[in-house]
C-alpha cells in the first residue's frame, strides 16, 4: 500500500505559531517539570538558546520543496539512465517523541528530457529532515517531491536511520536500523531497475 502524503499548508501554521516569548515561557516550564530550576545561573539563557535551536532544527517547515526543484536542466546530451545520489546524511526529529532521528538518504530518479542539479536533490532531503518525521513519511515526501516536479520515469529512495527513541528510552536498542523504501514509475514497475538501484546504493 502506497503512504498517504500530507503536505500542510504554511499559512495556517504561520497564522497560529506563538510568539518567541510563548516560546520560551513553554521551556521553563519543561525545565521545571524536569525538576530544574530555570532561574538558576545555568539555565537562565537556556529558553533562548532551545527557542533559536529550534527555529533551525525544524527550518523545513519554512521552505517549499517546489522552489529548490524549480529549476532543472535539458541539455543532457541524451542521457537517460539513473542519476543516483547516495549517503546523504540527515537529521531530523521523530515526532513521536521528539528525539533526534540520525541516518543518510539515497535518492535516484531516471531522466525523462531534463535533470536536476545534485545539490537540489540533498536540499529536499534537508527540507523534509528538518521537520518533525516518521520515517516512513519522510522517504514518501522525498519521492513524492521529486516525481510531481521533475516528472522523471521514474524516482527510488532509500532512507537508513536510528531513532534515538529506541536507543535513548523505551527498548533502549542502540545501534538498530530502520530502512525504508519508496519507488514510484519505472522502479515501481521493473523489479530488475529496484534490484540495480539497491546494487549501485549498496557497492562502494
Known sequence: MDAIVKNFPQTSRDAERPSQKE????IRVLLRWAGDDPSREGLIDTPTRVAKAYRELFAGYEMDPEDVLGRTFEEVAGY????????????SHCEHHMVPIIGKA?????PDGKVLGLSKIARVVEIYGRRLQTQE???AQIAKAIDDT????????????EHMCMAMRGVQKQGS????TTFTGIFKAEPAEQARFMTMVRSR
Open 23 to 26: 516560546a520560551e515561557d513553554a
Open 80 to 91: 537517460d539512465d539513473m542519476v543516483l545520489v547516495k549517503d546523504i546524511p540527515f537529521y
Open 106 to 110: 539515497h535518492v535516484a530518479y531516471m
Open 137 to 139: 513519511t519522510m522517504t
Open 150 to 161: 521533475l516528472a522523471p520515469r521514474g524516482v527510488a529512495v532509500m532512507l537508513e536511520a
Open 177 to 180: 536500523t530502520t530502512l525504508t
